[in-house]
């Protein structure tokens, strides 16, 4: 698999994320796709492997390997890892990112709107760090990373409902909390992430939060998408104020 390959992988995939790396140079853009490839790797392992036990061990091959990538040992002739080559990987957030992934083999709901927060900042958190690092940029405080990676973490988990009730489960936590609720925390949670002015550099790794309220105002209508030249534009405008 080539990087164009990888490209396209992440343009089908994981758009928004995928248009926001747009506004990087060559790189850094390389960077962030090589990135966004590994959360999809890891994260669609509950959907491919239906056995608890299969996906732990498949959870635990990519620890090891990103260990050994990050020693520059062996790259296991993974596409992905082999993108990474180079990259500096910071272990401690993508280990706390693989080892969140173990609950969604669990099928109970989450227990507490904490303990789905705790996901989030690991999962949608833990990548966004890792994108600001792939930027060469400062990184922000520990609360814009914190909120911007909620809101976009509830965002995605309203999106995808339809996907969790059809397999039976729930993500909401347990005899509290509707869809419309998950959709005002993301609202609330995009708020205080695009509070502050953002710069050029670090846009390419969080611009796609500036289609958050986009994207809410379509779920309180009964849609899960808003048309293409439309995020377009707003990732546009985003990057031209430096706001979210």
Request: include cysteine.
């Amino acid at each position: 698999m080539t990087a164009s390959d990888l490209d396209a992988l992440v343009r089908r995939v994981d758009q928004d994320r995928w248009l926001a790396s747009r506004f990087a140079p060559p790189l850094v853009r390389r960077r962030l796709v090589a990135l966004y490839a590994l959360n999809y790797e890891i994260a669609r392992t509950a959907d491919v492997v239906s056995d608890r036990g299969i996906g732990l061990i498949r959870l635990a091959w990519w620890r090891e390997a990103l260990a050994k990538a990050s020693e520059g040992g062996s790259q296991q002739a993974h596409p992905v890892l082999r993108a990474l080559q180079g990259a500096q990987l910071r272990l401690p957030v993508l280990n706390a990112l693989i080892d969140a992934r173990e609950r969604d083999f669990e099928a109970a709901p989450f227990q507490s709107w904490s303990d789905l927060e705790f996901y989030l900042d690991a999962t949608a958190g833990g990548l966004i760090t890792h994108a600001i690092e792939a930027c060469g940029c400062a990184e922000p405080s520990e609360d814009i990373i914190r909120y911007a990676g909620r809101a976009w973490g509830y965002l995605g988990l309203a999106r995808a409902e339809p996907f969790w009730r059809a397999r039976g489960r729930s993500f909401l936590p347990q005899a509290s909390g509707s869809l419309d609720d998950v959709i005002d925390r993301a609202l609330g949670a995009y708020a205080r992430a695009s509070s502050r002015a953002l710069s050029s550099n670090a846009f390419p790794a969080l611009g796609y939060l500036a289609l958050v309220p986009s994207y809410a105002r379509a779920l309180k209508r009964g849609r899960r998408e808003t048309p293409l030249l439309e995020r377009q534009l707003k990732l546009i405008a985003a990057a031209a104020k430096g706001r979210l």
